[in-house]
């Protein structure tokens, strides 16, 4: 069956840097496109992007650009968010989320939670 | 980018009881392509969001058919045709039509 694996959850200061990880298996990764979306504590879902996952070309939503970068390991099935330069606000679960046709979520990971604290 | 607009933003509900929740959108969702991309998502308390329903009214895999999805242009309904315990939790819209993607805010789905 279809699966998105998710890393674990990540405590950050601000300043630093973390990656997250999504594992997908079931299907053949490079024939799907790749979404992330972030939900801070307590709120709804905000769109980050998305990732080609057959040329690896990525695609940013205005509010994730500069500090986000999203990467394939393709040989692995894995699609990676990294964030650098982590601020308070960046505080929030991300979720990676397979597109299985003119942006149909159809399914998603676990989550990974991000929390930044000094 | 496109606003989107869910009310009620909580639903009060008991089980077997119908309900539906709108969604409206601040610009027309029907693509040059003839289609409409607006989807509904759930998603229960501590768990990720799943599709309920696709491109304005088709029912995804494995959901039930108590799940209905109707509207054109701007102005979307979901409609849950006898609640059931299983079914509580956030349920969003989400528009793909115009770049970038947006949710609505989302409407909490509780128990009276």
């Known amino acids: 069956q279809i699966q998105l694996v998710q890393s674990g959850p990540e405590l950050k200061k601000p300043g630093e840097s973390v990656k997250i990880s999504c594992k997908a298996s079931g299907y053949t990764f490079t024939d799907y496109a790749m979404h992330w979306v972030k939900q801070a504590p307590g709120k709804g879902l905000k769109w980050m992007g998305w990732i080609n996952t057959y040329t690896g070309k990525p695609t940013y939503a205005d509010d994730f650009k500069g500090r986000f970068v999203f990467s394939l390991e393709a040989s692995a099935s894995t699609a990676n968010l990294q964030i650098s330069n982590l601020k308070n606000e960046d505080t929030a679960t991300y979720f990676c989320?397979?597109?299985?046709?003119?942006?149909?979520?159809?399914?998603w990971g676990q989550g990974a939670s991000v929390t930044v604290s000094s | 980018d496109v606003v989107l607009t869910q009310t009620p933003p909580t639903l009060s509900a008991t089980i077997g009881q119908s309900v539906s929740i709108s969604c409206r959108s601040s610009q027309s969702l029907l693509d040059s392509d003839g289609d409409t991309y607006l989807n509904w998502l759930l998603q229960r308390p501590g768990q990720s969001p799943q599709l309920l329903i696709y491109s304005v009214s088709n029912l995804e895999s494995g959901v039930p058919n108590r799940f209905s999805g109707s509207g054109s242009e701007t102005d979307f309904t979901l409609k849950i045709s006898g609640v059931e315990a299983e079914d509580l939790g956030v349920y969003y819209c989400?528009?793909?039509?115009?770049?970038?993607?947006?949710f609505g805010g989302g409407t909490k789905l509780e128990l009276k």
């Open positions: 989320a397979r597109d299985s046709g003119y942006g149909v979520m159809d399914a």
């Open positions: 989400m528009q793909a039509t115009h770049a970038p993607l947006t």
